[in-house]
C-alpha cells in the first residue's frame, strides 16, 4: 500500500481543512487508518483512526470535537476534517495504514502501522 497525503496548506485561525489520503496497491479496503501529525520539535502524535468498513472511529483526547476521519473504500481515500484550527494545529500531518489483520479496531500507537504517507504540512496563522 502506498499513500498520498494532500490538502495541507496555509489557513487562518477558525478556518477549516480537509486532508486526504490516496492509497494505491491492493489492501487498502482491508487496512485499518489513521492520522497522525508530528510538529517541528515534538514526537509524532496520533490524531484518529478508523477501522475497515468505518463501523469504529477513535480519537485521542486532545482532537475529540474538532477533527472528524473518514474514509472512502470506493475511492481509496481517507480523509481528515479539521475545523475551527488553531495555531498549535500547525504540524506535518501523516496518514498511515496497518497491515491487513483479522481484528478489526482501532489502532492507537505508531507502531500498528506498517505504511505511511509522506505527510502535507499544515499551518496556522493568529
Known amino acids: 500500500v502506498q499513500l498520498q497525503a494532500s490538502g495541507g496548506g496555509l489557513v487562518q485561525a477558525g478556518d477549516s481543512l480537509r486532508l486526504s489520503c490516496a492509497a494505491s496497491?491492493?489492501?487498502?479496503?482491508?487496512?485499518?487508518t489513521g492520522w497522525f501529525r508530528q510538529a517541528p520539535g515534538r514526537e509524532r502524535e496520533v490524531i484518529a483512526s478508523?477501522?475497515?468498513?468505518?463501523?469504529?472511529?477513535w480519537y485521542a483526547d486532545s482532537m475529540k470535537g474538532r477533527f472528524t476521519i473518514s474514509r472512502d473504500n470506493a475511492k481509496n481515500t481517507v480523509y481528515l476534517e479539521m475545523n475551527a484550527l488553531k495555531p498549535e494545529d500547525t504540524a506535518v500531518y501523516y496518514c498511515?495504514?496497518?497491515?491487513?489483520?483479522?481484528?478489526?479496531?482501532?489502532?492507537?500507537?505508531?507502531?500498528?502501522?506498517?505504511?505511511w504517507g509522506q505527510g502535507t504540512q499544515v499551518t496556522v496563522s493568529s
Open positions: 496497491g491492493r489492501g487498502f479496503s482491508y487496512s485499518v
Open positions: 498511515a495504514a496497518a497491515e491487513p489483520r483479522l481484528n478489526d479496531r482501532p489502532l492507537r500507537r505508531l507502531d500498528d502501522y506498517s505504511y
Open positions: 478508523i477501522t475497515r468498513k468505518s463501523d469504529f472511529t
